[in-house]
């Protein structure tokens, strides 16, 4: 996230959508690295809601944006 954040800065282009769909991906790619072959730890199993919620809300963005699109 610090990364993303720090770029966006140096671009001078700060958009919050873009921000948590760039979080979104880097918490998948965490979560598959992290994720062990035949025990499942705690805090994935947590993780895996954050992402669920995640993927919704990333839905709710493209619909919105799609919506936008179709009204103009």
Same mark, same amino acid.
């Given at each position: 996230?610090?990364?993303?954040?720090?770029?966006?800065?140096?671009?001078?282009?700060?958009? !919050?959508?873009?921000?948590?769909?760039?979080?979104? &991906?880097?918490?998948? $790619? =965490?979560?598959?690295? #992290?994720?062990?072959? /035949?025990?499942?730890? !705690?805090?994935?199993?947590?993780?895996?809601?954050? &992402?669920?919620?995640? $993927? =919704?809300?990333?839905? #709710?963005?493209?619909? /919105?944006?799609?919506?936008?699109?179709?009204?103009?």
């Amino acid at each position: 996230m610090g990364i993303v954040i720090f770029f966006m800065i140096l671009a001078e282009s700060p958009d !919050l959508e873009i921000l948590f769909v760039l979080v979104l &991906i880097g918490m998948l $790619v =965490i979560a598959e690295l #992290a994720d062990p072959v /035949h025990i499942r730890p !705690l805090f994935l199993k947590r993780l895996r809601y954050i &992402i669920a919620a995640g $993927v =919704i809300l990333f839905g #709710a963005i493209v619909a /919105h944006k799609v919506l936008e699109i179709i009204s103009s």
